[in-house]
């Protein structure tokens, strides 16, 4: 019987990548969203996934939300927390809701949602809970201290949760891309791309969605049950740590 796998941002960008190359390995598929309803139908109309709107930034809408999914689709055996904002300037400048709105859907996320599924997949002895962080989690970035802290923070959070779990059947693994070429990083002048962005990758180009979809394919599968608490780098070699 297919296992379900939620991933929340699961309609735009990294997350419909996910989404769709989960569903492609035969998992059934709930992809979340926060508060585009036109991409968000768009995507369940053309990829033919489900889509749940709540708040990952609320325990309780997470509550219920989950609870949906659950109701139609079974219960939630991967979790795929991909949901991500950014809220970019310098701390000197950065305002307490910047710092807040960035740290509550990037890291406080992560409890809401897993918190809400972690009993049942000890209950039943199985389960997959992959975070999608940053390169800039571990290296840094300017002007990204709130983004750099609350995705570092996923680090922390994976490496504890994997210990806790690893004997029920559990693994918590984390991926961390570089540049991937999503809607919003090729709206970047291509004059900008080439001269600043590329030089940084030595491989020498963006990478793509489906690149970490693959990634996220491969850690919820039975093939990787030997691996928990890891964060895989996907950046291009770009940073290597």
Known sequence: MARVALVTGGTRGIGAAISTGLKAAGYKVAANYAGNDEAAHRFRDEAGVPVFKWN????????????????????????????????????????AEQWSAVVSTNL????????????????????????????????????????????????GFTKALALENAAKGITVNAIA????????????????????????????????????????????????GFITGSTLTVNGGQYMC
Do not use: W
Request: charge should be negative; glycine fraction near 12%; proline fraction near 4%.
């Open 56 to 95: 990952v930034c609320d325990f309780d809408s997470c509550k219920r939300g989950i609870a949906a999914v659950e109701a139609e689709l079974g219960p939630v055996e991967v979790l795929v927390n991909n949901a991500g904002i950014t809220r970019d300037t310098t701390l000197h400048k950065m305002t």
């Open 108 to 155: 406080d996320s992560l409890f809401n949602m897993t918190r809400n599924v972690i009993e049942g997949m000890r209950d039943r002895g199985f389960g997959r809970v992959i975070g999608v962080t940053s390169i800039n989690g571990q290296k840094g970035q300017f002007g990204q201290t709130n983004y750099a802290a609350a995705k570092a923070g996923m680090i």
């Open 177 to 224: 891309p570089g540049y991937i070429g999503t809607e919003m990083v090729r709206a970047v002048p291509e004059e900008v791309l080439k001269s600043k962005v590329l030089p940084q990758i030595p491989v020498g180009r963006l990478g793509e969605p489906e690149e970490i979809a693959r990634c996220v394919v491969f850690l919820a599968s039975d093939d990787a």
